[in-house]
């Protein structure tokens, strides 16, 4: 069984440029969470879909962030436009339940400059 | 509010037992988790507890929960070089968002 899995893995882009991150869940996985860990900082909630609603989104930082999960199968996360206070790992998880553990991908690393 | 807390290093020989700890402050805490990141790596699932259980034994991994006192532990047994990395303690309160701690960097000296 495939894991979570996100693209691209690493992002280099300039401050006010747009950037947009993917997360596809494990297949069967309705809910869909975002995650990101800024500058060293711990790992922070940002959103949690369940199939195509958003179901949480009481951690998404400002109004530069969009999230997406159009169909209810993969995600995007899009920053526009990016600031440096952006940088840092952006991590997608998923669970098969609302009740189940969350699984991990390996996070897309987004450096902002 | 919610937070975790954990020590940021633990150094051990390679075959001793190696034992990080995690504190939370939010009682109504359901589930329990730790997180393995290996450089450049993800956040690999390790194991979970859930809230009305005392212990879990998985392997060479013993989670031990006080309830009481929000004290969390993951104890690794047999410690190997491959389990040097950074482990991560994160409560879930039923909200889905969870809390993580800092993380605990694991050094296993051969």
């Known amino acids: 069984e495939a894991g979570v899995t996100q693209f691209p893995s690493h992002s280099v882009i300039e401050k006010g440029q747009t950037v947009t991150l993917r997360c596809d869940p494990i297949s069967g996985h309705d809910n869909l969470y975002w995650y990101r860990r800024v500058m060293g900082k711990e790992i922070k909630f940002l959103l949690h879909?369940?199939?195509?609603?958003?179901?949480?989104e009481s951690g998404m930082p400002n109004n530069r962030f969009l999230a997406e999960r159009t169909g209810g199968t993969y995600s995007t996360l899009k920053v526009q436009p990016a600031e440096l206070e952006d940088s840092g790992v952006y991590f997608c998880a998923s669970s098969q339940e609302s009740t189940s553990p969350l699984h991990f991908g390996n996070g897309t690393r987004l450096t902002v400059t | 509010g919610e937070d975790v807390e954990q020590s940021l290093f633990l150094s051990v020989r390679e075959g001793d037992s190696s034992v990080i700890n995690c504190t939370y402050t939010d009682s109504s805490s359901t589930y329990l988790y730790w997180y393995k990141q290996e450089p450049g790596a993800g956040l690999q699932l390790l194991t979970y507890?859930?809230?009305?259980?005392d212990m879990k034994q998985d392997q060479r991994l013993t989670v031990l929960l006080n309830k009481k006192d929000k004290h969390l532990s993951l104890r690794i047994a047999d410690t190997q070089t491959g389990d040097s990395a950074i482990y991560f303690c994160?409560?879930?309160?039923?909200?889905?968002?969870?809390?993580f701690g800092s993380g605990t960097r694991l050094q296993v000296q051969p």
């Open positions: 994160a409560e879930d309160t039923g909200r889905r968002a969870l809390t």
């Open positions: 879909f369940v199939k195509e609603s958003k179901q949480d």
């Open positions: 507890i859930f809230s009305n259980m």
